[in-house]
């Protein structure tokens, strides 16, 4: 479930990063491919942060007009194809799906401006 402000929604979500794994997915986001960065952008992913707890915790935090829409159109990039093929192995429990596909939105139960 998302929750919308001013016509944006809001997503949060979480995944779980394998704990051997954190420094490197700490530095593979340090350099984020700026074509990866471009697609985000162009697909609507706005005020896009990730959150990595010490344990491997990845929380997720976005705002765009239309979650379901923004994830088919990053599917629809080539680089979110390479992209994702290379994080795949940093996440626990994956059955054989890409991370983009395991964002499974949180409720909301609480916001204030």
């Given at each position: 479930?998302?929750?919308?402000?001013?016509?944006?929604?809001?997503?949060?979500?979480?995944?779980?990063?394998?704990?051997?794994?954190?420094?490197?997915?700490?530095?593979?986001h340090a350099a984020v491919?700026?074509?990866?960065?471009?697609?985000?952008?162009?697909?609507?992913?706005?005020?896009?942060?990730?959150?990595?707890?010490?344990?491997?915790?990845?929380?997720?935090?976005?705002?765009?007009?239309?979650?379901?829409?923004?994830?088919?159109?990053?599917?629809?990039?080539?680089?979110?194809?390479?992209?994702?093929?290379?994080m795949k192995d940093f996440?626990?429990?994956?059955?054989?799906?890409?991370p983009d596909q395991l964002?499974?939105?949180?409720?909301?139960?609480?916001?204030?401006?």
């Open positions: 479930m998302t929750s919308k402000q001013n016509g944006k929604q809001r997503v949060c979500f979480m995944l779980q990063v394998k704990p051997d794994r954190l420094e490197e997915y700490r530095l593979r491919w700026p074509d990866m960065i471009e697609a985000l952008q162009r697909t609507g992913w706005h005020n896009y942060s990730l959150f990595l707890t010490p344990r491997g915790e990845l929380i997720g935090y976005l705002e765009t007009d239309n979650f379901q829409l923004a994830q088919k159109q990053m599917r629809d990039e080539p680089v979110n194809a390479r992209w994702q093929s290379e996440f626990v429990e994956t059955d054989g799906k890409d964002m499974s939105p949180l409720d909301e139960v609480f916001h204030i401006d």
